[in-house]
């Protein structure tokens, strides 16, 4: 099933375009990678996907429905969010802040506890389980945050699919957690939840993204496999820097080596 087909979507909801002419398709249970130098449009796009600032021309189908059709309910059910920030500032418990992603959902009191404590375990949150959430690590709140987005997708009886994004989700943590997440989002992406995600870790991305768009200054400058985007040449014209790709000694994935910075003389 197709979950997202973007066509020629291009984005000015304050005057300058943010986005300008961006086309892909996620499948269901495919995972797409973002990449770009700040303020390239990556958070723009999720912002669009997710429908929270209105196309200019183009158009966006979800789920082979146009976005802009489907009841907020309904997108809330199938569709969740991780911002760059996410700020609460309730004394909400841990757990508490992760049921916010049961909401939309009618699933019932038993079903809900068993997806709670499938996510924290994901996670690594269930010891957190009764800590106040203001009280938390930064690291913490960002794997508090994922638990609850997870839970606004996990496994569902009707069995539908779904979409997650990620807007920079591995900041604030640690190697370890970082490896914990990427299983979580196999995981995820294996019982047919689709994900787009922005990531600035280049290696990160390439050792589990099925595809990646390479965005600068709201333009798409590559699209497709992680071999493909992940090349010299990209990086040259998107971000102005010069690395060297070589093949991960184990995967055979793209490996990102940035060149030695020369000092000005």
């Given at each position: 099933?197709?979950?997202?087909?973007?066509?020629n979507a291009c984005a000015s909801p304050w005057g300058e375009p943010l986005l300008q002419n961006i086309n892909l398709v996620l499948e269901e249970g495919c995972i797409l990678g973002v990449?770009?130098?700040?303020?390239?449009?990556?958070?723009?796009?999720?912002?669009?996907?997710?429908?929270?600032?209105?196309?200019?021309?183009?158009?966006?189908?979800?789920?082979?429905?146009?976005?802009?059709?489907?009841?907020?309910?309904?997108?809330?059910?199938?569709?969740?969010?991780?911002?760059?920030?996410?700020?609460?500032?309730?004394?909400?418990?841990?757990?508490?802040?992760?049921?916010?992603?049961?909401?939309?959902?009618?699933?019932?009191?038993?079903?809900?506890?068993?997806?709670?404590?499938?996510?924290?375990?994901?996670?690594?949150?269930?010891?957190?389980?009764?800590?106040?959430?203001?009280?938390?690590?930064?690291?913490?709140?960002?794997?508090?945050?994922?638990?609850?987005?997870?839970?606004?997708?996990?496994?569902?009886?009707?069995?539908?699919?779904?979409?997650?994004?990620?807007?920079?989700?591995?900041?604030a943590l640690d190697l370890a957690h970082q490896q914990l997440l990427i299983t979580a989002l196999k995981n995820l992406a294996g019982r047919g939840c689709s994900i787009a995600v922005v990531?600035?870790?280049?290696?990160?991305?390439?050792?589990?993204?099925?595809?990646?768009?390479?965005?600068?200054?709201?333009?798409?400058?590559?699209?497709?496999?992680?071999?493909?985007?992940?090349?010299?040449?990209?990086?040259?014209?998107?971000?102005?820097?010069?690395?060297?790709?070589?093949?991960?000694?184990?995967?055979?994935?793209?490996?990102?080596?940035?060149?030695?910075?020369?000092?000005?003389?």
């Open positions: 099933m197709t979950v997202l087909r973007v066509h990449i770009g130098p700040n303020g390239a449009g990556k958070t723009s796009l999720l912002s669009a996907l997710a429908a929270d600032i209105p196309l200019t021309r183009g158009n966006i189908q979800l789920f082979n429905k146009p976005l802009a059709q489907w009841n907020p309910i309904q997108r809330a059910r199938r569709v969740a969010v991780l911002p760059q920030l996410s700020l609460l500032n309730f004394p909400y418990t841990v757990e508490e802040v992760i049921m916010l992603g049961r909401s939309p959902h009618d699933t019932g009191a038993r079903q809900d506890q068993i997806i709670l404590a499938e996510v924290m375990q994901a996670t690594d949150t269930t010891f957190l389980r009764d800590r106040l959430y203001t009280q938390l690590s930064g690291g913490e709140k960002q794997r508090v945050q994922l638990a609850r987005v997870f839970a606004q997708v996990w496994h569902q009886p009707d069995d539908q699919a779904r979409l997650l994004l990620l807007d920079e989700p591995t900041a990531v600035h870790d280049f290696n990160l991305l390439a050792s589990f993204a099925d595809q990646i768009t390479a965005l600068n200054g709201g333009r798409q400058i590559a699209y497709g496999t992680p071999g493909s985007v992940l090349t010299e040449s990209v990086f040259a014209d998107v971000f102005g820097v010069q690395v060297h790709i070589s093949a991960h000694p184990e995967s055979g994935r793209p490996l990102v080596i940035a060149a030695e910075a020369r000092v000005p003389q």
